[in-house]
């Protein structure tokens, strides 16, 4: 994984969620392994491709997600834009990590598969066909 590669992911991340919740500047901040969004209506931060035991090196891992208005669709959107940029960042796992009851039944309503305590994983097709 390059810095590059992070950068330009942050930046369709800014530009989806410009889109989404209408804001003329870009939420998303990078640095060297994490993107970082908050805003009024949401926080999110992502870990990018993380080199670690618990990830696999192509997996976009969501540390954090919250939207001020929930039952919304707004996570099940944020999934859709994942899958939708994910052949260009070479992605093939979506994980999820220190889920609540709440996020941790989300994810077994899309398939997602627990592989340790608060820690989920789905292969991004298998999301694909799910989304659908």
Known sequence: MSNKE?????????????????????PATSNMFTIDACRKHFDLYFRFKPATDMWKSDTIVIAKIGFKHTRAGHATDLLK???KVSNKYQTNNIGIEGANDSLANFAKKLGFENVQGKLWIIDIEQLRTKLK
């Open 6 to 26: 992070i950068q330009l992911f942050c930046q369709d991340l800014n530009i989806y969620l410009m889109e989404r919740f209408n804001y003329k500047t870009g």
């Open 81 to 83: 834009f994942i899958v």
